[in-house]
T-cell receptor, first 113, second 115 residues
Framework: DAGITQSPRHKVTETGTPVTLRCHQT?????MYWYRQDPGHGLRLIHY???????DKGEVSDGYSVSRSKTEDFLLTLESATSSQTSVYFC????????????FGAGSRLTVL | DQQVKQNSPSLSVQEGRISILNCDYT??????FLWYKKYPAEGPTFLIS?????DKNEDGRFTVFLNKSAKHLSLHIVPSQPGDSAVYFC??????????????FGKGTLLTVNP
C-alpha cells in the first residue's frame, strides 16, 4: 500500500545480532500493528500501538520490543535475533477502534542464520 | 487456543465455478468479521467484511455469509477466476471498545483456481 512503507524489505542477519524493522505511514492513522506470518500459523500479533508512546503486547511479544515516538513511525526491535524469529513481518495501520479494517504494508522478510 | 479457525489449508477449483472458503470462531465476543486476500510477496489486502447484525454481505463476485449460532462464516466467490488464486485469511474482532479492536486471524486457506 502506498501509504505504508516497511524497511528493510529483506534482511539476513546472524543469531544474537540486534535488528530493527521500520514502519512508516502517511495515513495519519492512530493505531499501528506488527504481525508476523509463518507457515501453519497465519498472522500473529506481536505488538501494537494506540498512540504516540502508547504500546502494548500482542500474542507473540517475547523477544520483541517496539517504539513509537511519532505518529508516522512504528519500530520493531529484536534485541538479540534468534532463528525462531525468521519470518515475514507485516506492519498494519488502522484509523481507530471504530474502524476495524487494517491496511497492511508489503512486508519485511527476515532471515536469522 | 486458536480463536479463529480455517480448517482447510488449501482449496482447488476450476475457473468459472464457485469457491467456498470456511471459517469458524470460538470467541462469542467477536462481532465483526473480515476476509483478507494475500498474494505472494505482498501484504494482505482487505476484501470484504460483515457485522454480526447481518447474515450476508455481497460485493460483486464476493459474498460473505455469517451464521452466528454456529459461529461460522464463509466466503463465496462466483465465478472463480485464475486471478483469485491467493491465500485468504479470515479475521475477527470485537466492537465493544478497549482492546477489542485488534484483529485475530486464522491460519489462511490457499485457493488455487485452475484455468
Amino acid at each position: 500500500d502506498a501509504g505504508i512503507t516497511q524497511s528493510p524489505r529483506h534482511k539476513v542477519t546472524e543469531t544474537g545480532t540486534p535488528v530493527t524493522l521500520r514502519c512508516h505511514q502517511t495515513e495519519n492513522h492512530r493505531y499501528m500493528y506488527w504481525y508476523r506470518q509463518d507457515p501453519g500459523h497465519g498472522l500473529r500479533l506481536i505488538h501494537y500501538s494506540y498512540g504516540v508512546k502508547d504500546t502494548d503486547k500482542g500474542e507473540v511479544s517475547d523477544g520483541y520490543s517496539v517504539s513509537r515516538s511519532k505518529t508516522e513511525d512504528f519500530l520493531l526491535t529484536l534485541e538479540s535475533a534468534t532463528s525462531s524469529q525468521t519470518s515475514v513481518y507485516f506492519c498494519a495501520t488502522q484509523m481507530g477502534p471504530g474502524a476495524n479494517v487494517l491496511t497492511f504494508g508489503a512486508g519485511s522478510r527476515l532471515t536469522v542464520l | 487456543d486458536q480463536q479463529v479457525k480455517q480448517n482447510s489449508p488449501s482449496l482447488s477449483v476450476q475457473e468459472g465455478r464457485i469457491s467456498i472458503l470456511n471459517c469458524d470462531y470460538t470467541n462469542s465476543m467477536f462481532d465483526y468479521f473480515l476476509w483478507y486476500k494475500k498474494y505472494p510477496a505482498e501484504g494482505p489486502t482487505f476484501l470484504i467484511s460483515i457485522s454480526s447484525i447481518k447474515d450476508k454481505n455481497e460485493d460483486g463476485r464476493f459474498t460473505v455469509f455469517l451464521n452466528k449460532s454456529a459461529k461460522h462464516l464463509s466466503l463465496h466467490i462466483v465465478p472463480s477466476q485464475p486471478g483469485d488464486s491467493a491465500v485468504y485469511f479470515c479475521a475477527a474482532s470485537g466492537n465493544s471498545g478497549g482492546s477489542n479492536y485488534k484483529l485475530t486471524f486464522g491460519k489462511g486457506t490457499l485457493l488455487t483456481v485452475n484455468p
